[in-house]
T-cell receptor, first 114, second 111 residues
Framework: DGGITQSPKYLFRKEGQNVTLSCEQN?????MYWYRQDPGQGLRLIYY???????QKGDIAEGYSVSREKKESFPLTVTSAQKNPTAFYLC?????????????FGSGTQLSVL | LAKTTQPISMDSYEGQEVNITCSHN???????ITWYQQFPSQGPRFIIQ???TKVTNEVASLFIPADRKSSTLSLPRVSLSDTAVYYC????????????FGKGTKLSVIP
């Protein structure tokens, strides 16, 4: 089945630790995105990538880093600089950039701080 | 970025038709209007999309007036499984594509 796979489902981070969230898609989509969702809140864009080896900051990029070495993969690293990392992280993809694009989301990763 | 505006919550009984309205006062000429559904601890799921007038699929209908400053998502005969949060995110207009999601509308379907 085609889709977006996020792993792990749950992740715990210790103080001062960097952690990496995985996102893989087999939809052959060009664009990929990372969103953060806090309880009872909407989604906020962290980073997005339109093409391999290129990515742009979203609204809340501080304390996060990404890479896009392969079309299928868009991992997100939550660095120690992110002081409030506890949230639900969602990865998404779309065929291409455009105003009629539909986003396909993964099932999310819940990150908590120990 | 200015967001779209929609009610925070709505309640409905099973079997009723539910209409959720979203205000798109700052919609760009090129932007489509798209609605997503999200269940707890899951990613949002695309429901329906339109540019103007009416669009219908197997799940819902979308009504967009001529001025495109609002849209109404219509769910016919809701069931308990339709209990979810519904979003109408704001697009970024021309150029790169960034959706701005507000808090959405939490729909609770009552038996």
């Amino acid at each position: 089945d085609g889709g977006i796979t996020q792993s792990p489902k749950y992740l715990f981070r210790k103080e001062g630790q960097n952690v990496t969230l995985s996102c893989e898609q087999n939809l052959n989509h060009d664009a990929m995105y990372w969103y953060r969702q806090d309880p009872g809140q909407g989604l906020r864009l962290i980073y997005y990538s339109q093409i391999v080896n290129d990515f742009q900051k979203g609204d809340i990029a501080e304390g996060y880093s990404v890479s896009r070495e392969k079309k299928e993969s868009f991992p997100l690293t939550v660095t120690s600089a992110q002081k409030n990392p506890t949230a639900f992280y969602l990865c998404a993809s779309s065929m291409e950039q455009g105003q009629s694009e539909k986003l396909f989301f993964g099932s999310g990763t819940q990150l908590s701080v120990l | 970025l200015a967001k779209t505006t929609q009610p925070i919550s709505m309640d409905s009984y099973e079997g009723q038709e539910v209409n959720i309205t979203c205000s798109h006062n700052n919609i760009a000429t090129n932007d489509y209007i798209t609605w997503y559904q999200q269940f707890p601890s899951q990613g949002p799921r695309f429901i329906i999309q339109g540019y103007k007038t009416k669009v219908t699929n197997e799940v819902a209908s979308l009504f967009i007036p001529a001025d495109r400053k609002s849209s109404t998502l219509s769910l016919p005969r809701v069931s308990l499984s339709d209990t979810a949060v519904y979003y109408c995110p704001k697009g970024s207009g021309a150029g790169s594509y960034q959706l701005t999601f507000g808090k959405g509308t939490k729909l609770s379907v009552i038996p």
